[in-house]
Each structure stands twice: as structure tokens, then as C-alpha cells.
């Protein structure tokens, strides 16, 4: 019988995805396996419009690879076959879920629990969380999209120093950094991010996945394109029975009532 790595629990329209591989929730094979498949359900799922991952316990959101995998990977070409693929894969699907992520991270997110982190759009700490990509210390390097992700959110000077060094960051200087968005109370990252998934997820669904859409343009092609690709996104949001309804109730001075489809 197989195990089960992942959880997921939807209400009012957010899914909370927690990784269940105690005491550090690992990143295995198996997980990541699982992880994809999750993914896919959850981004065709209309009743999850805003998805938040976490992990099990109160020691670590992610601590990052399960080293002992590793024996399997050292003559060339097997870490790719075995591991960076599919790994490469499942993040990137998560980077581009068509819908809000908000990561929830308590206690460590080190590694490829950093590298998962940052795939989601918004990042929410714990006081006391700890952040690093620590790979260089086992010879080896970010390789599963940190050495992209990190660095367009503090820049190559600090991701550098973060994957240089290997040692650990706090929620203060991540967040000065633009590593994370917020730090919340000691046990509460969960909630704090769970609130702001509601919040989200009363927004009108398709203005928001269209806006996710614009923003991550500017890093994918040029400034004039990513302007001109804009547009008919534009004109999506301003068709759609939401901003009718959003118009409709300002004027209204009422509370609109999105659809949420």
C-alpha cells in the first residue's frame, strides 16, 4: 500500500495543500510524483480559486531534499533521469498555476523547500522561520529553478550570497530583501495565510488569474511585448460579467457579487 505525502483541504474556495513528510517534510520522488498530480487536479478544479501550501509539523515548512536519495544520482546524466526532470517539472507547474499560491512557512523552508516556496506567488513566514539554499555544502547547487526564482525576487547580488555561502537568512531579512511578503506571529503562518487565500478568494476568479497572467509576463519577454500581450487581457477583464457586476455595484454602493467562475 502506498503512502500517502500530501494533503488537501478545500473551503470557500481555497485549497490547502500540506506536505506530510514529518519531522521535515523531505522532498522525496514520491512526493514530488504526488505534488504534480495535485497540482492538476487542483487547477481544474473550479471550487479551488486560490491554493495554499504548507507543511506538516511545527519543525519545518520544507527542509529541502531527502539526502539520502542522493547515492542514486552521482554518475552522469542520472540526477537529471532520476530526479531534476520531474522535479523541474512539478515546480514550474506550480510557478505557473493559473490561480492565486500562497506559501505558508513555519520553522525551516531550506533548499528545494525555498525553491518550492518562491513558485508561489505570495510568501507568508512565521516569526523565527529560517530560509536557505544550503546545496552548495553537499557539492551540489539550487537546481530545481532557485538559481531563477530567488534571484529575481532579491537580485543577483543576494541570491549569490545565499547560494555562495549556504547559510540561513531570517524573516527579517527576507523580508527586507523582497524574499517574502509577510511575517506573522510565532504558529500562525497558516492562518495568516489562509486569511489572506479568502480574501483573495472573494475577488472576482478570472480578473485575478488574468492579472497573475500580466504580471508574470514582465519576466518572461520584453517590456514593449509584455505591454502589447497585455491588452487582450485587458479586454478579457473588461468583457467579463465580473466587471459588470463591479461597476454595477459601485455605483450601487453595494458589495459586489462575483461569480467567481
Known sequence: MSREWITVETKDGV???????????????????????KLDALAAD???????????GAKAFCAGSDIKEFRDYMQPGIAIEKKMWMENATY???????????????????????EMAVC???IVCEEG?????????????????????????????????????GEPIDTETALNWGLINRIAPKGTALKTAQALATEMAQRPNKALQIAKK?????????????IAQSLPLSDQAFSSND????VRAFFAKEKPRFTHS
Open 15 to 37: 485549497a490547502t495543500l500540506t506536505l506530510v513528510n514529518p519531522p521535515l517534510n523531505l522532498v522525496t520522488l514520491g512526493l514530488t510524483r504526488e505534488l504534480n498530480h
Open 46 to 56: 473550479p471550487g479551488a480559486r486560490v491554493l495554499v501550501i504548507t507543511g506538516s
Open 92 to 114: 514550474s507547474k506550480l510557478d505557473d498555476f493559473p490561480k492565486p499560491t500562497i506559501a505558508a512557512v513555519n520553522g525551516l523552508a531550506f533548499g528545494g523547500g525555498l
Open 120 to 122: 508561489c506567488d505570495l
Open 129 to 165: 522561520t529560517k530560509l536557505a539554499l544550503p546545496e552548495i555544502k553537499l557539492g551540489v547547487f539550487p537546481g530545481s529553478g532557485g538559481t531563477v526564482r530567488v534571484t529575481r525576487r532579491i537580485g543577483e547580488g543576494r541570491a549569490k550570497e545565499m547560494i555562495f555561502l
Open 214 to 226: 500580466a504580471v508574470d509576463m514582465a519576466f518572461d519577454v520584453t517590456e514593449d511585448e509584455a
Open 243 to 246: 466587471c459588470k457586476e463591479g
